[in-house]
Structure formats: C-alpha cells, structure tokens
C-alpha cells in the first residue's frame, strides 16, 4: 500500500511541511530507474542549510519513494536531470485527487511523482500543464499527461451506492487488492445497504487514520494502513514508515525473495483454482438439480396423442412427481421430435456433467499437491534447493505441475465489478465458448467479421448493466476486423442461444437469438 492514494494522501501533506520554501538544488540519476532530488533552504559554498532528500526508485518489478538523511553524489557515472527546475522554490505539495500521484508545484513550474505501480515515473510540466520531460522516456504515453486529468472527482454518496448495486468499486477505485480483499471480509453476509455502507464508512475512517504498519504478507514487507498480516513496527510519521518499509523490502535476502515469489504465485494459484471450483461446482448443482429432460422426453412420449400440432407448451401429467407439469415445445417440430430433442438435451447435460465432475477432481488435487509445495516451501532454507525444488515441480513457468488459469487462457478484463474473458485466437475461442462460458453468461462477437469470442461472467439474481455490456462490446469491436471502422455492430446474446455443429471451422458458431448494438472499438 505504498503506493496507495490514502497513504499518499496522509504523505503529500507531511511532505509539503518539509518541502514548502525550500529550493530545488539538483535532480540527478547515477543508477538505472533510480533518481535523487536534493531540495534546501539555501547553499552555500556547496553548504546546504537545512536539506531534504527524496530517492526515487522507479523499476518496473518495484517503486516506492524514500527520504535519506542525506546522500553523497557520486560526481562520475551520474548524470543531471531536470534542470529547468533548479534554483525554484517550491509553493506546495498536494496528492491528486483519488489519484495514485502527487505534485510538487513551484511558481511556474510542476513536478508530478506518478506511481502507478510498475508505469511510475517523474514528469515535468510547464506553466500551461505541457510535459517539458520524462524520467522514463520508454512510458510513452505519459507525454500525453496533462496533470489537470489526473484529479479524479467521483460521487462516493450512499444513494451512488445504492443506484450502482451496492458495488463499491467503481466508488473507490483506489482502494487496491488488500484494501478490497479486508472490504469483502467485512462485508461477507451483510445484505442491509445501510449496513454494508456503514462498514464502508468505517474503513474509511481507519484509512485516514495516521496509523502506518508495516507488516509481512506472503513472506513479502509491505507497508499496510490496515492490521494484516505479520505486524512488525507501527508509526504515525508517514515518512518514518514509508522509510521503514523500503529498507525492509530492499534488506531482502536471496532465498526471501525468491521464496516471496513463488509463495506469491501459488497463492494466486490456488485463489483462481478455488474460484474456478467454486463457479465449477454452482454449474453442476443446476445441471443436477435441473436435469429433467430425460423425464420430460418420457412424458412426451407416453402422451404423444394429447399433443396438438404446432403447440408452444402442453400440460401433462408428471408421473415422476404425481402432479401436473408445463413443457415447453418447438411449434415447428412434431411432439415426437420435440421428445427426441429432450433426450438430446438429457444425454448433453450428462456428457457435462461427467466433465464437469472430472475437472472438480483433478483441480481439488492440484489445489492439495499447490498446499504441498507450499509447506515444502516455507521449511526450506537453503536458496539452491529452493531453486531445484522449484524447477522441479515447474513451479515458475507453465510447465505440465501448473493448472492454467483463466488468466491464463484468455485475456481478462474486470469493469464495474464484472468480469470480461476474451478469446486469443479460432481455437482460443472455441474453448471459451464451449468449455468455460455457462449459458447465463453473455455472449458477444463483432457481427459478420471475424474477431474474438467475448464472454460477461454472470452473477447470479442480478441483470447485466447496460454500462458493463457497452464495454464488453467495445473490446468485442476491437478485437475484430471492424477495428478500424467508425461504429461496429456487436451481437449479444445469452451463451445458451450460441450453437457449435459438428465439422464447423474452429472459431464458427451458430447464433440462435441475438441483440445488436452500435458501438466504437475500444480496447484495455
């Protein structure tokens, strides 16, 4: 949570007490994706009166900022840096709102810290909010910034709650994976709104508190604002932890890192094989509690003369459960072949359900063999086992011990709470749609080109938001041949209409029923 808005929140404010009146003296970089910026009240033959220090470690793996007592420059292999800058004293510091950023504002001149995890950067703006330089020219995208884009007002009121289904996270989307993770303990169970909002309120009040741990989570030091995890220190100076925490990560030894890393992937493991076995285990209960075709196809045919011709539905008498039941009928086929139509669905629910039952066991045995590796794990202390351990067991690449993942398989897209798969590829897309697509979720496809299969997972009692379907077809559109065109038209669809006939082209599906709608191609 270094690098969450809540602490910067609690930091720029502590930073602008240090930093407020004092000069920029010299920014300089002598090591790769580390830079220094020397701030002071003044100097004086290379005296500097009161000075402040801010390192800045920008890596791709990990960024965090820390605040040395002091620190010698190295004057070879160092190089200067944003030297506009010198000489100007700063006005102010402030974070941007609900924004994972703070600016250093002089008179003319900004100075953003972007720490957007593995794309943070410092950037340079003039006057009028133009980028004048990059720490990091390889983030291109961060020439575009404008810094006025970086705040981010959002309705967090109760009745924006309520009219977004009680998700918080498009209200709060700077909370982060722990934070959200504390959040849904909380609100496990609680279905009253004025309930889960109070919880809400709650972790906000302890967010803003100045109450700084640092803690250890999956062997790894992290800077909490929340008591998770193992508690090591406690402190109320947000630049005291922020300190604290960054000689911790970076006092990781050999085998404490590399045992962090892979504890970090098989947690991640055995959480998405968990969900997988959840969602898995949901489908089978409906097929099994819903697998009636068989018994219907014998009502149809021990009644065939009751039927009239061209019948939506007929009422027969169910001598399974000794009462009356209403079947569903295709008007256009006779009642023998709408028998023969249940008998089908019946021997398919049975092909899944067997399928279904293969695939609960084998990820239940990889979850037990990743819960082995990771008690192996923790009683190893020497760093070449643990490297043989792990090239043993293919722990670290995607050798035949890991279960591939839904990430994995397919790109994945989380909007609004919902989660969005996305087909790779002819084959990629087959997959998804016959294997890990049920038939409540949404279906969607680029109409008359070629593109990705495009899947909305379902929650259950809850309809699909217009907002969460016009995203879903915008990723739909792009990764289609209609990329480029000004509007796509995109069919959505139930799965359940969506048919695969034997001998089709990999890819090639029949849509039974469908829904367009217009939209600009748009991608992650």
């Keep these: 949570m270094h690098q969450n808005y ?21 920014t300089f970089s002598q090591e790769k994706d580390e830079l220094v910026l020397v701030f002071a009240e003044s100097e004086v033959d290379g005296l500097l009166h009161n000075p402040f220090f801010i390192k800045a470690t920008l890596r791709s793996n990990f960024a965090c900022l820390s605040f040395p007592d002091k620190f010698d420059r190295a004057r070879r292999n160092s190089v200067n840096l944003f030297t506009s800058f010198y000489g100007h004293k700063v006005n102010s510091v402030r974070v941007f709102l609900n924004e994972r950023a703070i600016e250093i504002r002089f008179r003319n001149q900004t100075l953003v810290f972007k720490l957007f995890g593995n794309r943070s950067n410092l950037i340079g703006f003039d006057v009028n909010g133009k980028m004048t330089e990059l720490f990091n020219n390889k983030l291109a995208t961060d020439n575009e910034l404008i810094p006025s884009s970086l705040d981010r007002p959002i309705d967090q009121t109760f009745e924006a709650y309520i009219s977004n289904d009680l998700r918080h996270e498009s209200l709060f989307p700077t909370f982060g994976k722990l934070v959200n993770s504390y959040l849904r303990k909380l609100l496990d169970g609680e279905t009253v709104p004025e309930k889960r909002w109070k919880i ?8 803003n508190k100045s109450q700084f741990y640092i803690t250890k989570i999956e062997l790894t030091p992290t800077l909490s604002l929340l008591q998770a995890g193992e508690i090591s220190a406690t402190y109320t100076d947000p630049i005291e932890a922020l300190n604290a925490f960054y000689y911790a990560f970076i006092r990781l030894n050999g085998i404490e890192k590399e045992k962090a890393d892979i504890v970090r992937i098989l947690n991640k493991r055995i959480q998405q094989t968990e969900h997988y076995l959840e969602n898995t285990f949901k489908k089978l209960v409906e097929l099994e509690e819903g697998g009636k075709n068989d018994q219907m196809a014998n009502i149809l045919m021990a009644n065939l003369h009751q039927i009239p011709a061209r019948s939506e539905s007929v009422e027969l008498f169910d001598f399974y459960h000794d009462q009356p039941i209403k079947i569903k009928l295709k008007k256009d086929l006779s009642p023998q072949k709408n028998a023969e139509n249940y008998y089908r669905k019946s021997k398919n629910e049975k092909i899944e359900i067997a399928r279904l039952n293969d695939s609960l066991q084998a990820r239940e045995f990889e979850k037990v063999k990743m819960k082995g590796y990771l008690t192996s794990i923790e009683n190893i202390e020497v760093l070449r086992e643990l490297r043989t351990f792990i090239k043993t067991n293919a722990l670290s690449g995607s050798g035949s011990s890991s279960v591939p993942t839904i990430t994995d398989l397919f790109k994945k897209v989380e909007f609004l709470g919902y989660t969005i798969l996305i087909g790779r590829n002819a084959k990629n897309n087959d997959l998804l749609t016959k294997q890990y697509a049920f038939k409540e979720d949404l279906w969607l496809h680029a109409r008359d080109v070629s593109g990705s299969h495009v899947i909305i997972k379902y929650q259950a009692g809850k309809k699909f938001p217009s907002l969460v379907i016009e995203r879903a077809a915008e990723l739909a559109a792009f990764y289609s041949k209609r990329k480029t065109d000004s509007l796509c038209p995109v069919i959505v669809t139930p799965k359940k209409y969506v048919r695969k006939l034997k001998g089709m082209p990999e890819g090639s599906v029949i849509v039974d029923k469908e829904d367009v709608v217009m939209v600009v191609a748009k991608g992650e």
């Design 200 to 207: 809400i309120q709650g972790l906000l009040q302890d967010l």
């Design 6 to 26: 809540y602490f910067l929140k609690q930091l720029a404010p502590r930073l602008h007490t240090e930093l407020a009146g004092k000069t920029l003296i010299e």
